[in-house]
């Protein structure tokens, strides 16, 4: 079973900048499209930024400009570069490798443990 490990996060100020990391365990990282989710108590998980494995790339609205995800195939990594952080950033991030559906994109597989990302305003 993969598994998937979350690092990176941390405290911040508002305006600071964190890198998150999330290493994949399985072999096929590279035919894997893979996203960041980030959740708040009481709230559903929330794609903030996805990436195939041809690169193509996508982010939600709040994350656009701010926020950078890349991959590292030989590391079986994927990245989330965060920039301009802002408090209402606060939550627990977690990755995943994503599919395609007909409305967008959804999880697979299980999760890791997530990385806390807390901005202090």
């Known amino acids: 079973q993969v598994q998937l490990v979350e690092s990176g996060g941390g405290l911040v100020q508002a305006g600071g900048s964190l890198k998150l990391s999330c290493e994949y365990s399985?072999?096929?990282?590279?035919?894997?499209?893979m996203g960041w989710y980030r959740q708040t108590p009481g709230n559903q998980r929330d794609l903030v930024a996805g990436i195939t494995y041809g690169g193509t790339i996508n982010y939600e609205d709040s994350a656009k400009g701010r926020f950078t995800i890349s991959r590292n195939g030989a590391k079986r990594t994927v990245y989330l570069q965060m920039n301009n952080l802002r408090p209402e950033d606060t939550a627990v991030y977690y990755c995943?490798?994503?599919?395609?559906?007909?409305?967008?994109?959804?999880?697979?597989?299980?999760w890791g443990q997530g990385t806390q990302v807390t901005v202090s305003s």
């Open positions: 995943n490798s994503i599919r395609r559906t007909t409305t967008g994109w959804a999880p697979e597989g299980s």
């Open positions: 399985g072999r096929d990282f590279n035919i894997r499209h």
